[in-house]
């Protein structure tokens, strides 16, 4: 068995810490080395527990996160770092991305969906989500979007970033039956045929990988 992926969470919120934790160490792959409340603290921690991946949240007492997101980059290259954040403004997504971030993800998502984040950008891809929510659908809307569970667009994402099947379903712990059910719903709901016009379909969309490492997983 490979060693399990270890994490330094960063949040001042006990709540969110606790949350974040719970959702963690229910994969038996990723190891949660410490928790810190502060830019400080986490890099302090860095230090003695050796994480492979820091997810933080931007906005806490102190050093501020992006300049904690510079100063990793800097003193640890090899330790990649995730923002958890509740905004979803453009600038912020983009400037934590410049920074050094290897994903950028919203406090909204699903905990269930966060291991799956973690493993994708351990593995080298680099994700962000869109900045705007997509607008909910009525009965007058002349076009609107496919509304995609969580869980299809965490798997529309793996394929954008270039995951197989079968690398989805390790990353996610779901049966290669339970992807390939999921990816029929995503092609339903996005009106495409086949994998390549999803793809097409997440880049044009915001939804995809600016980065990712071709064939990480091929």
């Known amino acids: 068995m490979d060693a399990p992926l270890k994490v330094l969470i960063a949040d001042d919120h006990p709540l969110m810490l606790h949350a974040i934790r719970r959702a963690l160490e229910a994969s038996e792959d990723i190891e949660v080395v410490g928790e810190a409340r502060s830019g400080e603290e986490a890099l302090a921690l860095v230090e003695r527990r050796n994480p492979n991946l820091v997810l933080l949240d931007l906005h806490m007492p102190g050093l501020d996160g992006l300049e904690c997101i510079a100063e990793l980059k800097r003193s640890w290259p090899d330790v990649k770092t995730v923002v958890l954040s509740a905004?979803?403004?453009?600038?912020?997504?983009?400037?934590?991305?410049?920074?050094?971030?290897?994903?950028?993800?919203?406090?909204?998502?699903?905990?269930?969906?966060?291991?799956?984040?973690?493993?994708?950008?351990?593995?080298?891809?680099?994700?962000?989500?869109?900045?705007?929510?997509?607008?909910?659908?009525?009965?007058?809307?002349a076009a609107c979007g496919p509304e995609l569970t969580p869980r299809?667009?965490?798997?529309?994402?793996?394929?954008?970033?270039?995951?197989?099947?079968?690398?989805?379903?390790?990353?996610?712990?779901?049966?290669e039956h339970t992807v390939k059910f999921h990816l029929t719903n995503i092609y339903r709901k996005l009106g495409v045929s086949n994998r390549s016009a999803a793809v097409r379909y997440a880049f044009e969309n915001d939804l995809g990988p600016s980065g990712a490492l071709a064939g990480a997983h091929a």
């Open 87 to 141: 905004s979803d403004d453009r600038a912020t997504i983009d400037s934590a991305l410049v920074a050094g971030a290897s994903a950028y993800i919203l406090k909204s998502v699903s905990p269930m969906d966060i291991p799956s984040v973690l493993r994708q950008a351990s593995a080298g891809a680099v994700y962000h989500v869109p900045s705007t929510p997509r607008p909910r659908c009525d009965d007058h809307a």
């Open 152 to 175: 299809e667009t965490t798997i529309l994402m793996a394929v954008a970033g270039g995951l197989t099947t079968k690398a989805i379903s390790q990353d996610l712990w779901l049966s």
